[in-house]
C-alpha cells in the first residue's frame, strides 16, 4: 500500500532543488520550495519553472499553487516531516569545498526546528565530504535542534542528476543511496518519501552510513570523470597513429566489465558537477595526505585536451588576426549552462594567438555568458554567422544542429573543420581533423 503523502521542505531552488519539490509535489506531497532569492519564488508561484530543464516547467505548472508552494521563509521547515537539503556547495579556489551556504541553510533549518518536539527529518541531497558534513550540517544541527537521531534524524541521500534530464533521473533512478547511520525512523521516513515515486521493489536501495553516502556520489562522478579521461588518453594515442578511437571505444564498450557509456573521446568534459567533485576529493585527500595520482591524472588530461584541439588547428591554418568560429558554448548540449565548458579555454587559447574568436550557441543564455565572460569575443546567433570567412572552426559542443552544417563551409575563408565531439558530418571539401580519430 502507498505510504500516505507527507509534508516536505525542500531547501534551495536550483536544477536539483526544483526538480525534486516538482517531483514530490506531483505525487501527491504537500511541498514547500524555500529559496533566500524572492525572484525564484515568485516565479514558482506563477506556476513557472525558474530554470529550464526538459518536462520541470509542466510539473511546476501544473502543481503549483497546487501541492507545491514556494516562499522565502524557513518557518514552513516546523510543519514537514522530511526536509531536502539542496543547496549549493561550489568550489573555492584550491579545489576544496565552499559550504558556508549549506551552513548558513543547516543553521536556519535548525533554529525552526528548535523547539519542535516531534521527531523530523533532514536529508542531505547536497554534495559535501564527510567532515564538512559534520561541521556544515549535522553540528549546526545537533546544537539548535537537538541530539540528532533523537530530536532530529540525518541522512545523506546524494542525487545523480544530469543536467538536461533531471526530471528523468530523478522519476527513473539506476540507484538510491540512504545513508542514515542505521537510524531506522530516518530510513523508513525516507522511504516513505519514495513510495510514491519509485517501486522500491525494484530500484536498487543501498542503505551505508552518512560518510559512505556522502563519498559515494564524490566516487561516482570522480569514476565517469575518469572514464572520459581514459578514452580520452588513449583517444590521443589513436589519433597518433592514424586509428579511430570511436571504433575502438565500440571494441572495449562490448565488454560487460568496461560498458559502452562514458567511452565519447574528444575536448573532454565540464560542468557543474565533474570539475568540482574531482577537485573536491583531490583536495580531501591531500588534506588528509594523500596524493591521489589517477584522479590527478583524470583532470590533468582534461585540462590538456583544449591545447591539442588547437595544436591541429595550428597545423593548418595561422589565425594571427583570423577570425575563427567556436561552435557550441555550452558544457554539454541539452542545457545554456556555460561552467567549466571546454569552450572557455579554447577561447582563451584563440584570444591568446592573436585570433578573433567568434562563438555560437544555440542556446541565448550560453551565449550570454560567454558575451559576459569575454570582452573580445564576439559572440554571434547562427552557425553560418559564425563561420562565414573564418579560418576554422572548433566544434566544441555536440548539438545536433551541427550535424546538419554543409552549406556553411563553404562561406569559410578556409575550410578547416577541428571537431572535438564528433558531430560533424563534412562534405569533402572540407579539410577535416577529428581530436581523436
Ligand atoms: C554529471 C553526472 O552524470 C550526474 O550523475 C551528476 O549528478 C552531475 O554530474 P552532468 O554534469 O549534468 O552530470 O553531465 P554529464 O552528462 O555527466 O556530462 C559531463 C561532461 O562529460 C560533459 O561535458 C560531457 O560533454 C562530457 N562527456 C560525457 C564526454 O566528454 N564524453 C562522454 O562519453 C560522456
Given at each position: 500500500?502507498?505510504?500516505?503523502?507527507?509534508?516536505?521542505?525542500?531547501?534551495?531552488?536550483?536544477?536539483?532543488?526544483?526538480?525534486?519539490?516538482?517531483?514530490?509535489?506531483?505525487?501527491?506531497?504537500?511541498?514547500?520550495?524555500?529559496?533566500?532569492?524572492?525572484?525564484?519564488?515568485?516565479?514558482?508561484?506563477?506556476?513557472?519553472?525558474?530554470?529550464?530543464?526538459?518536462?520541470?516547467?509542466?510539473?511546476?505548472?501544473?502543481?503549483?499553487?497546487?501541492?507545491?508552494?514556494?516562499?522565502?521563509?524557513?518557518?514552513?521547515?516546523?510543519?514537514?516531516?522530511?526536509?531536502?537539503?539542496?543547496?549549493?556547495?561550489?568550489?573555492?579556489?584550491?579545489?576544496?569545498?565552499?559550504?558556508?551556504?549549506?551552513?548558513?541553510?543547516?543553521?536556519?533549518?535548525?533554529?525552526?526546528?528548535?523547539?519542535?518536539?516531534?521527531?523530523?527529518?533532514?536529508?542531505?541531497?547536497?554534495?559535501v565530504f564527510p567532515d564538512v558534513l559534520e561541521s556544515?550540517?549535522?553540528?549546526?544541527?545537533?546544537?539548535?535542534?537537538?541530539?540528532?537521531?533523537?530530536?532530529?534524524?540525518?541522512?545523506?541521500?546524494?542525487?545523480?542528476?544530469?543536467?538536461?534530464?533531471?526530471?528523468?533521473?530523478?522519476?527513473?533512478?539506476?540507484?538510491?543511496?540512504?545513508?542514515?547511520?542505521?537510524?531506522?525512523?530516518?530510513?523508513?521516513?525516507?522511504?516513505?518519501?519514495?513510495?510514491?515515486?519509485?517501486?522500491?521493489?525494484?530500484?536498487?536501495?543501498?542503505?551505508?552510513?552518512?560518510k559512505?553516502?556522502?563519498?559515494?556520489?564524490?566516487?561516482?562522478?570522480?569514476?565517469?570523470?575518469?572514464?572520459?579521461?581514459?578514452?580520452?588518453?588513449?583517444?590521443?594515442?589513436?589519433?597518433?597513429?592514424?586509428?579511430?578511437?570511436?571504433?575502438?571505444?565500440?571494441?572495449?564498450?562490448?565488454?560487460?566489465?568496461?560498458?559502452?557509456?562514458?567511452?565519447?573521446?574528444?575536448?573532454?568534459?565540464?560542468?557543474?558537477?565533474?570539475?568540482?567533485?574531482?577537485?573536491?576529493?583531490?583536495?580531501g585527500?591531500?588534506a588528509a595526505?594523500?596524493?591521489?595520482?589517477?584522479?590527478?591524472?583524470?583532470?590533468?588530461?582534461?585540462?590538456?585536451?583544449?591545447?591539442?584541439?588547437?595544436?591541429?588547428?595550428?597545423?593548418?591554418?595561422?589565425?594571427?588576426?583570423?577570425?575563427?568560429?567556436?561552435?557550441?558554448?555550452?558544457?554539454?548540449?541539452?542545457?545554456?549552462?556555460?561552467?567549466?565548458?571546454?569552450?572557455?579555454?579554447?577561447?582563451?587559447?584563440?584570444?591568446?594567438?592573436?585570433?578573433?574568436?567568434?562563438?555560437?550557441?544555440?542556446?541565448?543564455?550560453?551565449?550570454?555568458?560567454?558575451?559576459?565572460?569575454?570582452?573580445?569575443?564576439?559572440?554571434?546567433?547562427?552557425?553560418?554567422?559564425?563561420?562565414?570567412?573564418?579560418?576554422?572552426?572548433?566544434?566544441?559542443?555536440?548539438?545536433?544542429?551541427?550535424?546538419?552544417?554543409?552549406?556553411?563551409?563553404?562561406?569559410?575563408?578556409?575550410?578547416?573543420?577541428?571537431?572535438?565531439?564528433?558531430?560533424?558530418?563534412?562534405?569533402?571539401?572540407?579539410?577535416?581533423?577529428?581530436?581523436?580519430?
Amino acid at each position: 500500500m502507498t505510504a500516505p503523502p507527507r509534508n516536505v521542505a525542500v531547501v534551495g531552488s536550483g536544477y536539483v532543488g526544483t526538480t525534486i519539490a516538482a517531483c514530490l509535489a506531483d505525487v501527491g506531497h504537500e511541498v514547500t520550495a524555500i529559496d533566500i532569492d524572492e525572484s525564484i519564488v515568485e516565479q514558482i508561484n506563477a506556476g513557472e519553472a525558474p530554470i529550464h530543464e526538459p518536462g520541470l516547467q509542466e510539473l511546476i505548472a501544473s502543481t503549483a499553487g497546487d501541492t507545491l508552494t514556494a516562499t522565502t521563509e524557513h518557518d514552513a521547515i516546523r510543519d514537514a516531516d522530511v526536509t531536502f537539503l539542496t543547496v549549493q556547495t561550489p568550489a573555492r579556489e584550491d579545489g576544496s569545498l565552499d559550504a558556508s551556504a549549506l551552513t548558513a541553510a543547516t543553521k536556519d533549518v535548525g533554529e525552526a526546528l528548535a523547539d519542535v518536539e516531534d521527531y523530523q527529518l533532514v536529508v542531505v541531497k547536497s554534495t559535501v565530504f564527510p567532515d564538512v558534513l559534520e561541521s556544515a550540517v549535522v553540528e549546526p544541527l545537533e546544537s539548535r535542534a537537538g541530539p540528532i537521531g533523537e530530536s532530529v534524524g540525518v541522512a545523506v541521500n546524494p542525487e545523480f542528476l544530469r543536467e538536461g534530464t533531471a526530471v528523468n533521473d530523478f522519476i527513473d533512478p539506476d540507484r538510491i543511496v540512504i545513508g542514515a547511520d542505521s537510524d531506522t525512523r530516518a530510513i523508513e521516513e525516507l522511504r516513505a518519501v519514495y513510495d510514491r515515486l519509485y517501486d522500491l521493489d525494484s530500484v536498487p536501495v543501498l542503505e551505508t552510513n552518512r560518510k559512505e553516502a556522502s563519498l559515494i556520489k564524490y566516487a561516482s562522478n570522480t569514476f565517469l570523470a575518469a572514464k572520459v579521461s581514459l578514452i580520452n588518453d588513449i583517444g590521443n594515442i589513436c589519433k597518433e597513429y592514424g586509428v579511430d578511437a570511436y571504433t575502438v571505444a565500440e571494441g572495449i564498450g562490448l565488454d560487460d566489465r568496461i560498458e559502452a557509456q562514458f567511452l565519447r573521446s574528444g575536448v573532454g568534459w565540464g560542468g557543474s558537477c565533474f570539475p568540482k567533485d574531482t577537485a573536491a576529493l583531490v583536495a580531501g585527500a591531500k588534506a588528509a595526505s594523500y596524493e591521489p595520482p589517477m584522479i590527478e591524472a583524470t583532470i590533468e588530461v582534461n585540462e590538456r585536451q583544449p591545447a591539442r584541439m588547437l595544436a591541429l588547428l595550428d597545423h593548418h591554418v595561422d589565425v594571427t588576426d583570423q577570425p575563427v568560429a567556436v561552435l557550441g558554448l555550452a558544457f554539454k548540449p541539452g542545457t545554456d549552462d556555460t561552467r567549466h565548458s571546454r569552450a572557455i579555454p579554447i577561447i582563451e587559447e584563440l584570444l591568446d594567438r592573436g585570433a578573433t574568436g567568434r562563438g555560437y550557441d544555440p542556446r541565448p543564455g550560453a551565449r550570454t555568458a560567454m558575451e559576459e565572460r569575454f570582452d573580445s569575443l564576439e559572440v554571434v546567433d547562427s552557425a553560418q554567422a559564425a563561420m562565414t570567412d573564418a579560418v576554422g572552426a572548433c566544434v566544441v559542443t555536440d548539438w545536433p544542429e551541427f550535424s546538419e552544417l554543409d552549406e556553411e563551409f563553404d562561406a569559410m575563408a578556409e575550410p578547416v573543420v577541428i571537431d572535438g565531439r564528433r558531430i560533424i558530418d563534412p562534405p569533402e571539401t572540407v579539410i577535416y581533423e577529428g581530436l581523436t580519430w
